[in-house]
Structure formats: structure tokens, C-alpha cells
């Protein structure tokens, strides 16, 4: 009776077993994988989003600086202290952008190519505007190294290029 079950024996019960097992596995496998995948893009998205955030948050807390995206009208004068923190706003922007263009600009990922898209145009704003362009003339290129050279290249694509469309 053990030997043999409705006349299946149990080397027949191993091949189904096997037939069934493996395509199981690898699919499992598969899943897993891409699971994994997801959790990741979603961590750099975070990171990110939240590097972004504490950008929004700095130009709340400096709301006298013309610094947010949405550039004044009628910006005022600033005084040395406010063209300084200004520069130093700035440079973390440059920070965030450093970190889009690391992540996303020269991804195969249809997500991260549409992040970077959004981040490309935002980047293009920002690079219209004076006080931005003189806060990357500033602190970008003082530092040897402090940006990563294709970055820094980008940026300065970026410029001449808004600069030829005004």
C-alpha cells in the first residue's frame, strides 16, 4: 500500500513534485526580487522628497530671501548677511539637484526617468534666475571637488543655456 498510491508511486509523486516545485520557486524567487526593487526605488525616492522638504522648510525660515521657486516680484535689496545666507540656501538646493541628477538623470528605470524629468525642468527654473546663477558662481566651483564633475558640468549646461533663451 505504501509503494503505491492509486497507482502513482512515490518516484512519479517526486517528478510532479519537482515539475510543480520549481516553477513555484522561481516565481516566489521573482517576486522577492521584485519586491526588493520596489522597496529601493521607493527608499531613493524618499530620500529625495525629504531632502527637498528640508529645503521648503529652510526657505520658510527665510522667507526675506528670494530663494523658493516661485521667484518674487519685486525682490528687495539684501544686505550682506541676507546675500550670504542666501548663497548658503542656495548651496544646499545645489545639494538636492546633486543628488536628483546622481539618482535619476542617467537611470534606465521608467520611474526614474520620469522623476528626473520633473527635477530637469525645476533644475531649468532655477538656472533662469540671477541670484541662483551667482549663488552657484559663488560657492559651486570654490571648493575643489565638492560636487561631482558631471554634475558640475550639467549645471553650467544648464546656465548657458538658460542664458542663450533670455
Known amino acids: 500500500m505504501w509503494d503505491c498510491i492509486s497507482g502513482i508511486t512515490w518516484e512519479q509523486l517526486s517528478y510532479i513534485a519537482t515539475a510543480l516545485g ?3 520557486a522561481v516565481g516566489q524567487y521573482t ?3 521584485r519586491r526588493e526593487a520596489r522597496e529601493r526605488e521607493e527608499k531613493v525616492f524618499n530620500t529625495t522628497n525629504e531632502m527637498y522638504l528640508r529645503y521648503m522648510d529652510i526657505c520658510l525660515q527665510n522667507i526675506d530671501l528670494d530663494i523658493f521657486d ?3 516680484q519685486n525682490p ?3 544686505s550682506q548677511e541676507q546675500r550670504k545666507r542666501e548663497i548658503i540656501c542656495f548651496t544646499i538646493l545645489f ?3 546633486e543628488h536628483a541628477f546622481l539618482t535619476y538623470a542617467h537611470s534606465s528605470e521608467k520611474s526614474r526617468m520620469r522623476q528626473w524629468e ?3 525642468r ?3 527654473t532655477f538656472c533662469r534666475r540671477e541670484n541662483f546663477v551667482e549663488a552657484w558662481r559663488k560657492s559651486g566651483h570654490q571648493v575643489d571637488g565638492a560636487f561631482d564633475r558631471e554634475f558640475e558640468k ?3 549646461l544648464k546656465i548657458k543655456e538658460a542664458s542663450a533663451k533670455s
Do not use: A
Request: charged share 30%; hydrophobic share 40%; with cysteine.
Open 122 to 124: 525645476y533644475i531649468e
Open 76 to 78: 528687495g535689496k539684501l
Open 31 to 33: 517576486f522577492s526580487k
Open 95 to 97: 545639494s538636492v539637484f
Open 70 to 72: 516661485i521667484k518674487d
Open 154 to 156: 550639467y549645471i553650467e
Open 118 to 120: 520633473g527635477c530637469e
Open 22 to 24: 520549481i516553477p513555484f
